[in-house]
């Protein structure tokens, strides 16, 4: 099986990857809140692979004695952010607790299962998936998928690959603080995909991590980093002017945002003539003047 | 047979968890005891606990298991999930060690640490119930890394198989995991008296532990390498009373 190298991911999985890997790359560049802008991506990325329902990441908080949900992706996701469970309370306590990775199905059957997170989400899984975050000094938080579309259970297979998301996680949160780069991070998901499917050379993987982070900053996205850039000046600046220059941004958004309408309702040849305009400076990154 | 005719009787098994539900109707009554371990000032310490409840129902889900393919063995609860997260090494540690001095025959670990600092705790632990004729039943873990104390050659390291019957067990040659047992999609006990359909590996080794409590009661004087070379021997598909 692992004798003849196959590529570990598909075009789609790849255009995943890409995407976490901009989003990587915008939260180096904001120098701020890295950790869990990759942490989001992670979240974003196994919903869309496993195409769940939800997914989030608690993470251990240990002068509350808490586990808190740091960060969630998916329709039915966004409720849990921000709640905090005793480490013993849940699926989430357990797995955190005992380092013990499951899947549970047929939940919503028992009514009495994970009450106080579901009161507090308004949503309450058929199924679920957890498995631990772990780096090297031991378990760290705990990664939930909830409900995956296609089937009405997980497999063992959707835990080890939840797994190797969770390593992912553990690895952007080790990154936030050691600094290290964005290629090493892709490759380091990259090899953990490839031990757990089996195959994929180190020259695959070099390859993909390739892929996957080439020209990003380049030109074809330079409006994007200029723009990434500016925020993160403005972060820097007097919280007293924070406000000014936040209130200034939204005019300028809200103003580009009815320019494009317009254009819009022009091209579909509906409505009076408006005039089409150009984009706003600096609230845009011209993708519809492109059109 | 390796232990046609037996059903458990006369054989103590601990399950360190999240508690035991003695209420619960898999559990079949054979709860005879329940402590939990808590931190004290500098050492955990290990307390009763009369009203044996389960905090997430993992705890019953093993028991159930047993208690299903042992239903003469009787069972012990320690609890060493509890709200106080500190030191929760050291507190599963504390639980094991308590385990064996008890006397148990059979001690299910559907849990482990990962903590590099416990490894020679665990490693003391896991040779002295070697040596007290103790059995050590381990689930695996999925996740890379760490893992005390499946890790470790003495225990009986079980990971999870999809073959919906718990008497079909595989003994896989490859270490560290030696053996595959029923873990996908099972019908299990859970908290307050429910029921969940569970995977994992967690659910694989209590299929281990019940079979291992069949083998102890039918050669009494099997010591642990012995019950595993039979658990190897009569590997893959075998059946009591077969």
Redesign the interface.
Known sequence: MADKPRPPIGPEALDVLRRIAIRGEIARRLETESARAVLRSVVDATVALFEAEAASIAL?DPTT?RLVFEVAAGEQGQGVIGVAI??????A??VF???????????AS?P??GRSVAEKTAYLPRSI?A??L?D????IGVLEVLDKRSQA????RD??LA?VF??QAAVAIRASRVERDLASLVRATLG?LASSSGGASDAAIEELVQAATERIGGDDDSRLWALVERIARIRKIDPGRLELVSDLLDALVRESERDARARRRVRSGGGTAVRPGTASPGGSVGRDRDR | MAFGGVDGTGITVAIVDSGVERDHPAVGGKLIRSVRVELGDEDPIVVEDPEAIDVVGHGTACAGIIHGLAPGADLISVRVLGPDNRGKGTIFAAGLEWAIAQGASVINLSLSSKSDALFGVFHEIVDSAYFANVLLVSAANNVPGPSYPSLFASVVSVAAHDIADPWTWFYNPNPPVEFGAYGVDVPVAWKDGGRMVATGNSFAAPHVAGLVTLIRAKHPTASPFEVKAILAAVSNGARPGG
């Open positions: 251990y004695d005793r480490p013993d309370q849940g699926i306590g357990y607790t005992s380092g013990q990775a499951l899947a549970l199905s047929d939940v028992d009495r299962f998936v498995v631990p772990v090297d000094h031991g378990t259970a997980f497999s063992l835990i080890e797994a969770a390593r953990d």
